[in-house]
């Protein structure tokens, strides 16, 4: 079993920043990748970023130059910096560990854009 939790969501002004982060426990030596996905109310789950332990990166269009996904073994945590939010990125943002033999989830984190 993995457990991930979550944190750094808030309300911010557009053009600001945030950074999430996603604290991992338990079975760790199972995960191979992680991800953040997001999703706004009405709308499916979006995959926005994610990162191989080997460090390759992807992103979703829409956030790429803005969001960097990074993750920091020693600590078991990976992080999405957001940069030059924009009111359409509003939504609950999940992280996710791609492991074996199954996928994990987290809580989700608010993370609001809006003067």
């Known amino acids: 079993q993995v457990q991930l939790v979550e944190s750094g969501g808030g309300l911010v002004q557009p053009g600001g920043s945030l950074r999430l982060s996603c604290a991992a426990s338990g079975s760790t030596f199972s995960i191979y990748a992680m991800a953040w996905y997001r999703q706004a109310p009405g709308n499916q789950r979006d995959l926005v970023a994610t990162i191989s332990n080997g460090g390759n990166t992807k992103y979703l269009d829409s956030v790429k130059g803005r969001f960097t996904i990074s993750r920091d073994n020693a600590k078991n945590t990976v992080y999405l910096q957001m940069n030059n939010l924009k009111p359409e990125d509003t939504a609950v943002y999940y992280c996710?560990?791609?492991?074996?033999?199954?996928?994990?989830w987290g809580q989700g984190t608010q993370v609001t854009v809006s003067s």
């Open positions: 996710k560990a791609v492991a074996t033999p199954r996928d994990y």
